[in-house]
């Protein structure tokens, strides 16, 4: 009775190990874009917020191409993170390598046809001088290992060449200048040196005396989901986190989307940094393929949280800005 007792222990622990095995593949595919590690579960990368979004309600997403001038340039400054086997020097332009949209989400998705290239988004800030979120680059390997390619977008509806970038687009990181991670990512940015100044595109405005309300009126510009350019708006601030280092809000922001420019629409100038928010996915059953996740008044869904650019105030090498 004994052995008998001790075979359905093991059993049982077996089972409920390859329950939290599941859950920990579920958890792991948020990071990885929905694509199962063959490998055993390992741990998730620490430290760092889950980097994956939610549509809250109508989903805000617009082509750059398609927004008003002020915002066309504006995100004229603003750059992908490619790792170097995403992108190819072909001398007089590099040329970026990804997937589809439709390989990660259901064929029938808003871009499903989009190259997907980026998995973070920076903003310059001097001329040399790029800003992103903290998870994004946690060492000088992560440094050396990415391009920064700005203004991956589409130029207009017909565009079928915006996989390639001229020289004048793309830079390597020279070397993280500053990098602050606190709470979770409340305090969530880097500044990295890149290898050259950016010649033809001005550094964004940072309010880095900006004291933010509920009710400011936000727009956000980042590589969603990795995609071209994608502009955001019809969002607000709904609530100052305690300690103020952050806010949360509902912008239909993605993986991807980590260390885009936050913008007080009113003023056009960078309020906050992209740090983590609500699982952007889910799997449908039905359809057996991964369908966006949308957050609808009552859902009780975790908000987009965005690191407060005043964090950044007392840095040197933002003096002046």
């Known amino acids: 009775m004994k052995t008998i007792i001790a075979i359905v222990g093991v059993l049982m622990a077996a089972g409920a190990k390859a329950g939290f095995a599941s859950e920990m593949e579920e958890l792991r595919a948020d990071w990885t874009g929905g694509k199962p590690a063959i490998a055993a579960p390992a741990p998730l990368p620490q430290p760092g917020p889950v980097t994956s979004r939610a549509i809250f309600g109508k989903d805000d997403r617009q082509e750059l191409f398609s927004t008003p001038a002020r915002w066309r340039e504006i995100g004229r400054s603003i750059a992908g993170k490619v790792s170097a086997d995403h992108i190819t020097d072909h001398g007089a332009y590099w040329e970026l390598h990804g997937e589809p949209l439709s390989t990660k989400e259901c064929p029938g998705n808003r871009f499903a046809d989009q190259v997907t290239v980026p998995n973070c988004t920076g903003f310059l800030v001097k001329p040399d001088l790029l800003v992103t979120a903290a998870h994004c680059v946690k060492s000088q390997d992560?440094?050396?290992?990415?391009?920064?390619?700005?203004?991956?977008?589409?130029?207009?509806?017909?565009?079928?060449?915006?996989?390639?970038?001229?020289?004048?687009?793309?830079?390597?990181?020279?070397?993280?200048?500053?990098?602050?991670?606190?709470?979770f990512g409340d305090v969530d940015y880097a500044i990295l040196q890149l290898d050259r100044p950016v010649a033809g595109r001005q550094p964004l405005k940072l309010a880095l005396d900006a004291k933010v309300t509920p009710g400011i009126e936000l727009i956000n510009i980042g590589n969603s989901n990795g995609l071209p350019l994608k502009f955001k708006d019809s969002a607000k601030i709904n609530k100052v986190r305690a300690g103020g280092q952050a806010f949360e809000s509902d912008l239909d922001t993605f993986g991807g989307d980590s260390g885009s420019p936050v913008f007080d629409a009113g003023t056009g100038e960078v309020i906050g940094i992209t740090s983590s928010a609500n699982a952007d996915h889910f799997h449908d059953g039905a359809s057996n393929c991964r369908q966006l996740k949308v957050c609808n008044p009552g859902d009780n869904c975790y908000p987009a949280v965005s690191s407060g650019i005043w964090n950044l105030k007392n840095e040197p090498a933002l003096a002046a800005n």
């Open 142 to 183: 992560d440094c050396d290992s990415f391009s920064w390619v700005f203004e991956y977008a589409l130029a207009d509806a017909a565009d079928k060449n915006y996989t390639k970038a001229a020289a004048d687009r793309v830079y390597k990181c020279k070397k993280i200048v500053a990098r602050n991670y606190q709470n």
